[in-house]
């Protein structure tokens, strides 16, 4: 029997990409005749800015090997978690009020492997079609822990439509890299967004094409407008 040349493809897993939105976690408003987070019209004004800006861009994802972790309120009401089921690629993980984020994070990724990318993302804000892709695109050059920043972005006026370019360094949308070491995973929730920095490495990644997109409406806790104005970008971007 003669022989011949084999080819064997060796399959390499990609790293797992894990979006964390925080949707109605409990919070109180300053003087609530019930907690905000269960209010029907804060609700359904929330999940129409999701559906509107945020599932759109998370859908058009060029990689779409991502997980979406929704974390919701455990008393929220069932239609609300009927249309937040819907999202691409969505596990909806319930929180007790007052219960520490990073660890319920950790718990449910720990079984997805030796290292694990865990990326922020606010319910109303958006992310470009390459986000997913060029995270896995980050060189980890060594390292066993650290979080990325993609430092260009856009604001976004929901009301006019109007544009605004902006660069920002420890802006609301990092990601965090870690390899399994003695301890669980830290996630990017393991402390506030603009000071991960106190905890691991950050590095910033500056780009040409813009990476997020902040949207500014009437129910913005802190966001306004600014930057430099530009065009809309395309529908794609």
């Not at 544009?163 to 402390?191: K, S």
Request: hydrophobic share 45%; proline share 6%; glycine share 4%.
């Amino acid at each position: 029997m003669g022989m011949g040349i084999r080819t064997i493809r060796r399959l390499v897993r990609p790293v797992p990409v894990v979006y964390v939105t925080r949707f109605n976690i409990a919070t109180l408003a300053k003087a609530p005749r019930q907690p905000m987070h269960l209010d029907p019209s804060w609700l359904d004004e929330r999940i129409a800015l999701f559906e509107r800006f945020c599932v759109p861009k998370m859908a058009a994802q060029t990689d779409d090997r991502f997980t979406w972790l929704i974390l919701i309120s455990a008393e929220t009401d069932a239609a609300i978690v009927n249309r937040l089921s819907r999202a691409p690629n969505a596990e909806l993980v319930p929180i007790a009020p007052n219960a520490a984020l990073g660890p319920a994070i950790a718990a449910r990724v720990a079984k997805m492997g030796d290292a694990i990318i865990t990326a922020r993302l606010d319910s109303d804000d958006q992310l470009s079609a390459r986000y997913t892709r060029d995270l896995r695109e980050i060189d980890w050059n060594g390292r066993r822990r650290f979080a990325a920043y993609f430092t260009k972005g856009l604001c976004l006026d929901a009301a006019s439509g109007a544009y605004r370019a902006v660069r920002t360094p420890l802006n609301q949308f990092p990601a965090v890299f870690e390899r399994r070491q003695a301890r669980d995973f830290l996630t990017v929730h393991a402390h506030r967004h603009n000071e991960l920095y106190r905890l691991m490495d950050a590095i910033q990644i500056w780009t040409k094409r813009p990476m997020w997109c902040t949207v500014v409406h009437g129910g913005n806790v802190s966001n306004r407008m600014h930057g430099k104005p530009i065009q809309a970008p395309s529908e794609n971007w």
